[in-house]
């Protein structure tokens, strides 16, 4: 198991276009989160999955954002129309669920976007 | 609501020495989980240790160590013997229950290792 993969690493796009990332968990895991990371702050959440039903998103996910996850396999998280506010760093991350379970979840390496 | 709040933008500290790197939280929830997150410049976020609610004992991982103050709401994270490759971002975190749940997290602190 290579832990959590995200494709692609960086992303540069213009203002407008649309953009899709690709997220690979864990192969056990059950659980997939996405969050948004800003310069200087710390990781915001997005929404998350169990297997492929989407069970929160957090207000942060306006109508351009979509995310999915069918099969309960990878996501994808779409956005749609682009803005230089959306420039961030997009964290994916799995788990599986264990009652009483103490660990973290494992992060993927992020993907960069940059909205010019 | 969950708020963290950590209030050490950046640290420098010798090679060597111990470094506690400071965390406060809010919430009126019982039962939640504390975590400790290091992000490398690669981007990555790693775990390092975790602590429940109603974990009596503080929670220990190798040269992490979580000082848990419960009354105080406070889970100040201590690194023993800092090593040059400790030198990264780290973010405080909570959750509700034990985890498996989404994340708050703190703005974090930087901590750079002068060799």
């Known amino acids: 198991d290579t832990g959590v993969s995200q494709d692609p690493r960086h992303k540069i796009t213009k203002r407008g276009q649309n953009v899709t990332f690709r997220c690979d968990p864990i192969s056990e895991h059950n659980r997939l989160y996405w969050y948004r990371q800003t310069l200087g702050q710390g990781p915001e959440f997005l929404t998350y999955?169990?297997?492929?039903?989407?069970?929160?998103k957090s207000r942060l996910l306006s109508d351009r954002f979509s995310a999915e996850r069918p099969k309960g396999s990878f996501s994808t998280l779409e956005i749609q129309r682009t803005e230089q506010g959306d420039s961030a760093m997009y964290l994916c991350?799995?788990?599986?669920?264990?009652?009483?379970?103490?660990?973290?979840?494992?992060f993927g390496s992020g993907t960069r976007l940059t909205v010019v | 609501a969950q708020k963290i709040t950590q209030t050490q933008p950046g640290m420098f500290v010798q090679e060597k020495e111990a470094v506690t790197l400071d965390c406060t939280y809010d919430t009126s929830d019982q039962s939640y989980g504390l975590f400790w997150y290091k992000q490398p410049s690669s981007g990555e976020m790693i775990f390092l240790i975790y602590q429940g609610s109603y974990d009596e004992q503080n929670a220990t991982e190798g040269r992490y160590s979580l000082n848990f103050q419960k009354a105080r709401k406070s889970a100040n994270l201590v690194i023993s013997a800092s090593q040059l490759g400790d030198s990264a971002m780290y973010f405080c975190a909570m959750s509700f229950s034990f985890g498996n749940e989404k994340l708050t997290f703190g703005t974090g602190t930087r901590l750079t290792i002068i060799p």
């Open positions: 991350a799995s788990s599986l669920i264990r009652v009483g379970a103490n660990y973290g979840y494992t």
């Open positions: 999955f169990q297997n492929e039903a989407q069970l929160e």
